[in-house]
């Protein structure tokens, strides 16, 4: 069955470290995937996406992301992180061809100053 | 900037109540979508509309309704609202297509007592 899975429940970071969310999906063919990013009470933000081409990903506000089809994984990353990071990040994917986009449980992120 | 309106952003309903969540988007997509957001399991998928009157199941259905009438607007009916209904209710629209991202509005908050 299509999945997309985010192992993390929660994670914190100090500001200035760096960041990696894990995502890990399972698909048969091509998949596309995405990052998004939910502040608290709002809506979700597209961070950045994947659907063909170079696997190394730049989204907004520093982030980007790789694919790695032999770990069938997406992971999110950022050099950085600042406390206006702190939030609830949603990995997403589908088929190429296919219409239903799957959402992960979610990974919220703490910042520690 | 695509938007996605949500009328309401915090709804309190009695339990049993029929309880209309409206959405309308600015773009001309021709996806619409209603999530679900629950802590825990992140975006469960309940309707979702590729045209006007034209809807699918998404897999948490039972207990909702839909109606797309235009094709900026799609209304998320709760015919008779249960407690085990209030959740965070987010409208989304892409374009019709593989891959396409999906927008989302801010949500709408609604607790059945």
């Known amino acids: 069955a299509q999945s997309v899975t985010q192992p993390d429940i929660h994670i914190t970071v100090s500001e200035g470290a760096s960041l990696e969310l894990r995502c890990n999906y399972s698909y048969g063919a091509t998949p596309y995937l995405f990052w998004y990013v939910q502040s608290p009470g709002q809506g979700l933000q597209l961070l950045l996406k994947y659907f063909s081409g170079d696997t190394l990903v730049q989204g907004i506000k520093g982030f980007e992301a790789e694919f790695k089809r032999s770990q069938s994984s997406f992971n999110l990353r950022k050099p950085s992180v600042h406390w206006s990071d702190a939030a609830e990040y949603f990995c997403?994917?589908?088929?190429?061809?296919?219409?239903?986009?799957?959402f992960g449980a979610g990974t919220r992120l703490f910042v520690k100053a | 900037d695509v938007k996605v309106t949500q009328s309401s952003r915090y709804l309190v309903k009695r339990t049993g109540e029929k309880v209309f969540l409206e959405c309308v988007q600015d773009?001309?997509?021709?996806?619409m979508f209603w999530y679900r957001q629950d802590p825990g399991l992140g975006l469960r998928l309940i309707y979702f509309s590729y045209d006007v009157k034209m809807k699918e199941k998404g897999d948490i259905p039972e207990g909702y309704s839909v109606s797309r009438e235009k094709k900026e607007r799609f209304s998320l009916i709760l015919e008779s609202a249960s407690t085990n209904q209030t959740s965070m209710y987010l409208c989304?629209?892409?374009?019709?297509?593989?891959?396409?991202?999906?927008?989302f509005g801010e949500g709408s908050w609604l607790t059945v007592v």
């Open positions: 989304a629209s892409s374009l019709t297509g593989t891959g396409n991202t999906i927008y």
């Open positions: 997403a994917g589908g088929n190429t061809g296919g219409f239903k986009t799957i």
């Open positions: 773009m001309d997509h021709e996806n």
